[in-house]
């Protein structure tokens, strides 16, 4: 009587003050050991910091550990028909496949699985690598396990690790919540006040649904969870409206090159897209020549796809825009021509697949503000280079003798002749300018989505719609037009889907148009009419 | 002069149509002097593509209004026969429904959708083919010709509605077959789509109706109407100060223009057995502007000619070289927008002109 | 019956300003049914632009503008203005070009304008008897079926005085005239438009001093957007205003 609990106690003091390590040859052991005697050996083996142990645990756990008298070790067994095939415990590598009868299964019940379970997360959430300590608690968060509360409160009480004691804080909340005692389900919802992550909600809402919690819980867990949504909406219209700018942003990239073509000469550029896809493509091939550090091909691609689009664009007025001076139509008509031209020429020489243009280091990943609110670097960077670009330009326009020039032949070209601005030269520059950052704006859109021959078609409704609805000739009413009409679109996208949301726009602008012809900020003086 | 042109392409039309007339129809086939399937359906494109033509031009050429979406009325009209046609198939599609299309099967689809309704009835598919695009017409050019947008602005939201209804024909839920289209047709009016007759008759049918479009629309602009129209071209706001409600003029030539196309559309489903949302697609609105250009717009005959000579270019580039064919174009809208303003009509008026030394009096076009 | 309804144009403290500068500043006018009268001012005073306002074309800020004591001009549009018998002649001469010479006029004739009489109705025999008449009137018959591009600048200008007579307006707007006309043809003007006073009410803009004696009518002279003398020629040509805004500063 007395000499089973001293073989215990003998062999937990043992346990405690060695560290003994498992032994396979303790295979046997373990298959004829009592229930109490198996309890413990679980303590020794979550000590155990082994893969053996480890594997041991988990294959115990699911009902597939075996002792194979023959061969005197443990191994993992799996039915197969009428046999057993058996395997090794940690690689896995089939042994053997044996009739049922010559192996031990090493039982297991409810309480031990408990344990076991406990045993293996306590594991997990201790080990020394931080990621395996991240994904033990995902895993968790999951399916929380309230027979783990304790385990996991020792292990939130010891931790020293900053990163993973938010990611605890929750776990231990959702566990609580699975409890059945109201203080601890209290205790949980007031650990997830707050918490927008989906297993958050979801616990919330599995308490809520059932039948057996108090009314002050249920009381507190609708408030709580109506305030998270409340949260999640509002931070959710936030990244909405952050995605609209970050559109809007590539909206006027793309229009602003076109305001001022259209705004200093009233000419209508309809390969205007075929610039940015010249930038795009600039850009690519900046890469090829600048391989590995794709920051530096990112930075000299601005400057190059300018000079590329620019000179393409001084090119293209004077060999054809010169000639259909005062005739906008037919330079419409003769740009179409032109857009044609480059997208086969482009087709031609770099084919008709789209090609890969890979962002740089720096810009990958995403700024995260929580489970609501995220944003991708590279539209961060969008965003910034766009205002850049725009505070470059205003500067141009305001604070440069070239810019003064340039309003000036906008505003009243006559006028603007007789005191000796020379409109022609004025127009290829303007037309370069514009062409240009039309050019920059391929570089931006190309560390967006992927860059083909087509890439001009997507961007030359929008652009003139932008131009048209801002008003023609204004740097301002484009700005405001692109941001409006890209926070519009992404307001709108969620509740009616993407390409309706596209169709509600034209419409929209179409409109619009009919009842403002001259856009939100029309230059005074100006139109393509006069 | 044109005179000379108009008696030309009219009787050349006829001349084609009789001839097919003759031996594809009335003639057994044995005499062997009918034109193959290959060629009565390229010549029924042409003549559909020509009808087109006709009809922009009588915006654009007589009153200035150019749409660059123009591809929609023909798709519409296209659309519109295609619907017609689908209902005609019955219970002969893979899927062996009576009521329901082979795509609304594979859509899960129970019921016809309310739009459908009335398509199994030729005169109603009639009916919808001239009232479709002209109502679109109609409410579109309301509201843009009385806010007076005019000129490129004009242009750019023409684009821009062809663009939103390609984008809107290509999803699936419209319940207009999605980016597949409607095809696979069986027959029209109780005759089998494919067989070399009824080709034939749709090629003639083509042929008629642009004989009768040139002769009524170039009648059209004899009369008063015709002047008002080159009035409201030339100077708009002199001819409101006339008196004349320029909108009212410029709707309803749009208005018929844009019918005129969704007849050329419904022409054109029936001989190539399919329509898709491509067919909205921004560019192909773009082609009929150049067919017109190269052929002389303000002359409708032009731009007949315009079209049948930018697709045989068309037939013949996609055939020995496609990859030239888009060069080919590109390179066509730059040069004779620059060299030939006013297309190969303008070209040969020019010549004759210049060949009779007296001052001839000609219809000139001034720039829009 | 008080002044506005009895004129047959009335215009009370009408006020123009494109984008800051005035150019018509309450400016009151009114013109008697079957009145010639002259208006007279510098360059910038503002009359094309009062034309402007009468003819639909510009909205005025502020004022009332009243055509036979019953239209409200400043409702109207345009074509509504123009169909109410308000025929305008402008300062350059805007024909349409492509159209030949008979055209011109038969596109002024007075008549139904909708698009579909356009289409089907024809000149009767009597009114392109008229039509003739009034182009041989104007000096153009050998060239009724020259386009009109083709003409001279003062034969334009006489186009567009036959295609305003065909119009049969009650009120005329003339704009400048005898600009570009010899002095034997300023001269014939002047004689048709005395012709045309008493069944019609004509208003002459011009610069011309000597076309405006000729006249012989009331003389309104504008400056900076008002009329600050109206008389009789000599009556005007006399006030210190006029002389010192004609001739001094």
Known sequence: MVIQPCKFLFRALLALFSSATFAFEDGLTLSQSSWADKAEWIEILSRDTTDEAEQILKHWVSGHLFYWPAENRLVAGFKQGRKYELRELISGVAINVVKRKAVNKIKVNNKLRSKIKQALAYRSLSSSDASKRLTAIAELKRKPDYSLLHTLLRLEEANRDLKTSRDLQTLVGLVYLESSKSTEQIEGIKRLTDNLSSEAKEGLSRLLLREDISSDVRALGLRTIRDIEKQLSYWGHAQDIVFGISLGSILLLAAV??????????????????????????????????????????????????????????????????????????????????????????????????????????????????????????????????????????????????????????????????????????????????????????????????????????????????????????????????????????????????????????IFIILFIQRRPRGLFALRGRSVEE | MDQIFRKFTLSFVTVVVLYVFINNILLPESFGFGLDSYYLTLIGKYLCFAILALALDAAWGYCGILSLGHGAFFALGGYAMGMYLMRQIGDRGVYGDPLLPDFMVFLNWTELPWFW?????????????????????????????????????????????????????????????????????????????????????????????????????????????????????????????????????????????????????????????????????????????????????????????????????????????????????????????????????????????????EKSRYRGTSSP | MTLENQSALYLESISVSFDGFKALNSLSIAMDSGELRAIIGPNGAGKSTMMDVVTGKTRPSSGVALLSGIHDLLKLDEVKIANLGVGRKFQKPSVIESLTVRENLELAFVGNRSPLSSLLAKLSSENQDELENTCTRVGLSESIEESAGDLSHGQKQWLEIGMLLLQKPTLLLVDEPAAGMTDTETMKTADLLKSLAGSHTVVVVEHDMDFVEALECRVSVLHEGTVIAEGSHAHVSGDSQVIEVYLGR
Do not use: C
Request: aromatic share 12%.
């Open chain 1, 257 to 506: 090159g076109l305001a001022i073509t259209f705004g200093v000469m009233g000419v209508i550029n309809m390969a205007h897209g075929e610039f940015i896809m010249l930038g795009a493509y600039t850009t690519f091939v900046v890469q090829q020549i600048i391989p590995g550090g794709s920051a530096t091909a990112l930075f000299v691609s601005i400057p190059a796809a300018f000079i590329v689009a620019g000179v393409a664009g001084i090119l293209l007025e004077k060999s054809v825009i010169r000639h259909l001076y005062g005739r906008p139509l037919e330079t419409l008509l003769a740009t179409v021509g032109v857009s044609l031209l480059l997208q086969q020429m482009v087709r031609s020489i770099f084919g008709p697949l789209n090609q890969a243009v890979t962002s740089p280091e720096i810009l990958s990943g995403s700024l995260v503000v929580n489970a609501a609110f995220a944003i991708t670097y590279n539209r961060v960077f969008v965003i910034i280079f766009a205002a850049l670009v725009m505070v470059g330009l205003w500067l141009l326009m305001y604070r440069t003798p070239f810019g003064v020039r340039l309003r000036a032949v906008t505003m009243n070209r006559g006028m603007a002749a007789s005191m000796g601005i020379r409109s022609q030269r004025m127009d290829a520059l303007a037309f370069g300018l514009g062409s240009g950052v039309a050019g920059m704006a391929g570089v931006a859109i190309s560390q967006l989505t992927n860059v083909g021959p087509n890439l001009g078609q997507a961007y030359i409704v929008d652009s003139f719609m932008v131009v048209v609805f801002g008003g023609v000739g204004n740097l301002f009413g484009t700005a405001i037009a692109a941001i409006g009409l890209g926070v519009a679109t992404k307001i709108v996208e969620p509740i009616i889907g993407p390409v309706l949301a596209k169709i509600v726009i034209l």
């Open chain 2, 117 to 357: 309704t009335g398509f199994d009835q030729p005169w109603f598919a009639a009916l919808m083919i001239i009232l479709v695009p002209g109502l679109l017409a109609f409410f579109f050019g309301w509201f843009a010709f009385r806010s007076r947008v005019s000129g490129v602005y004009f242009s750019i939201i023409t684009q821009a509605l062809t663009y939103a209804l390609m984008l809107a024909f290509f999803r699936n839920e419209m319940g207009f077959g999605g980016n597949n289209g409607l095809t696979d047709f069986k027959d029209v009016l109780g005759y089998p789509i494919s067989s070399e007759r009824t080709r034939a008759s749709f090629m003639i049918v083509s042929g008629l109706t642009l004989i009768l479009f040139l002769i009524s629309t170039s009648w059209a602009m004899t009369t008063k109407f015709g002047r008002v129209l080159l009035a409201i071209r030339d100077s708009e706001d002199r001819t409101r100060f006339l008196g004349y409600r320029v909108e009212s003029y410029k709707l309803s030539i749009f208005v018929l223009s844009a019918t005129m196309a969704g007849i050329a559309g419904a022409l054109y489903v029936p001989q190539i057995g399919i329509i898709n949302p491509g067919e909205f697609s921004p560019l192909n609105s773009i082609e009929i502007v150049v067919w017109v250009a190269v052929g002389g717009r303000g002359s409708l005959y032009g731009a007949a000619l315009g079209a049948v000579v930018v697709n045989l270019a068309k037939t013949y580039f996609t055939g020995a070289y496609p990859d030239a064919w888009l060069y080919f174009l590109g390179s066509l809208f730059v040069l004779s927008t620059i060299f030939m303003p006013r297309g190969i009509v303008g070209v040969f008026q020019d010549s004759l002109h210049w060949l009779v030394t």
